[in-house]
Every structure is written in structure tokens, then in C-alpha cells.
């Protein structure tokens, strides 16, 4: 039998090396642990120290531009002229626009003229909101009236004109597709008649081939001819 003792003797044997194995792997690994603790020192010193990293704030929202119309007592015609005035860069422009407002005043220029000639000059002072003081200080009130009207009815044709382009570019589109279609169907058609002529000259020379013959082969009467016989 086997001796109980022997068998202890053996598994003791083989537990206390199992011990030391462990106890080897684990000085190995606290080993390389040093080691890579002592590299990494020697890296951060060849790098030397990490620069800071220091956030940076957003920059600040660009201020919202304020126009002249904000910065004047629009009750006050003097005011609002000499804001228009500061709001026409171009010498030039701003007397010639000058001259005919003062037309417009007397009634020497009608208001669709007045706004005609100085169209890009109201589109400038509209954005600068001037257009509505510079009206409210005309004395003349038909002046106003009729000044408001012109303003509103090209603001409306303007409207009209970029709807009445959009809907010229859809409907481009549209022709262009029908064209497509009409243009396909005109293909398939001259394509269809091709095969039917083809189609034709194929039956007309498989007739001539046979002449004087029917399917099974028999002769057959022409007209006004006599009866012909298959040759052999």
C-alpha cells in the first residue's frame, strides 16, 4: 500500500515550493516596478518641469452695433438731418440728395421720383432707421403720406420680384423635366418604329424566300398565274 506518510511528506514538499515560486514572482515584479519608477524620474528630468496649462477665458460677444437712429431725438428735425447727414459718406451723394429732398418739400418732385433717384441713399438711412423720422419731421403732411406709399409699394415690388424669381427658377425646372420626358418618349418611339420595320423587312424576305409554297410546303395558285411545284 502506500505509505500515508510519504504521500504528507511529498505534498508538503510541493506546497512550500509552490511558496517559493510565488514569493520569487512576487520580487520580480515589485523589481520592475522600481525600475520603471526610477526610468520615468530620469524621463521627467530630461523633459524638465511640465509647463502650466492655464485656461484661457471666451472672448467677449462682439457688441451689438448700435444705429445712428438711437443716439438722436427723432422729434427734433435738426437731429435727424444731421444724423442723415453723418450717415452719407459721399460728399456728392449726400448734396444731390440734399437738392431733391428739398424738391420733394416744395412739391418741385413728385415722391416716386424723390425715391427712385435716391433708392441705395434709403436703403442706407433704413438700415441706420432714419427713413421713418426723416418722414415724421416733413411739415407737410400729404408730403408724408404720399413719401410712405412710394416707400411701402417698392418695398412690395421688391417682395414680388424675388418671389417672381423663385418661382421662375421652379418652374425652369419643370420645363426642363417635361422637355427630359418629351425627349425620352420621342426616343422610345423612333426606337419602337425602328423594330417594326425591321420587323417588316425580316417577314417580307422570309416570303419571297418561299414564293409559291405554304407552310406545309404545297404549291399554291397565284393570282392570275398558274400552279407551281416545289423543285425536287
Not at 16 to 42: G, P
Not at 62 to 74: F, G, L, N
Not at 172 to 193: F, H, L, W
Request: glycine share 8%.
Amino acid at each position: 500500500g502506500v505509505n500515508i506518510g510519504e504521500q504528507q511528506g511529498r505534498w508538503k514538499e510541493m506546497y512550500e515550493q509552490r511558496q517559493r515560486l510565488d514569493e520569487i514572482e512576487a520580487q520580480r515584479a515589485q523589481y520592475r516596478l522600481q525600475q520603471n519608477a526610477i526610468r520615468e524620474q530620469q524621463n521627467s528630468a530630461q523633459r524638465g518641469p511640465k509647463p502650466q496649462q492655464t485656461s484661457q477665458p471666451p472672448p467677449p460677444p462682439e457688441p451689438v452695433r448700435a444705429r445712428t437712429v438711437d443716439s438722436i431725438d427723432v422729434r427734433d428735425a435738426r437731429q435727424v438731418m444731421a444724423a442723415v447727414r453723418s450717415s452719407i459718406d459721399d460728399e456728392e451723394v449726400f448734396d444731390s440728395f440734399r437738392t431733391d429732398s428739398g424738391a420733394f418739400r416744395r412739391g418741385e418732385m413728385d415722391a416716386a421720383d424723390y425715391y427712385a433717384s435716391h433708392s441705395s441713399t434709403f436703403t442706407l438711412l433704413e438700415r441706420e432707421g432714419l427713413v421713418g423720422p426723416m418722414i415724421d419731421v416733413l411739415p407737410d403732411e400729404s408730403k408724408r403720406t404720399e413719401l410712405r406709399e412710394v416707400i411701402e409699394a417698392y418695398a412690395v415690388a421688391a417682395e414680388f420680384g424675388e418671389s417672381r424669381k423663385a418661382k421662375a427658377a421652379q418652374g425652369g425646372k419643370k420645363k426642363k423635366n417635361v422637355r427630359d420626358k418629351q425627349a425620352s418618349e420621342r426616343e422610345e418611339a423612333a426606337e419602337r418604329m425602328r423594330q417594326m420595320l425591321l420587323n417588316g423587312a425580316s417577314s417580307s424576305g422570309a416570303a419571297t424566300s418561299d414564293e409559291g409554297e405554304d407552310a406545309a410546303g404545297t404549291p399554291y395558285v397565284r393570282p392570275g398565274g398558274g400552279e407551281e411545284e416545289r423543285e425536287g
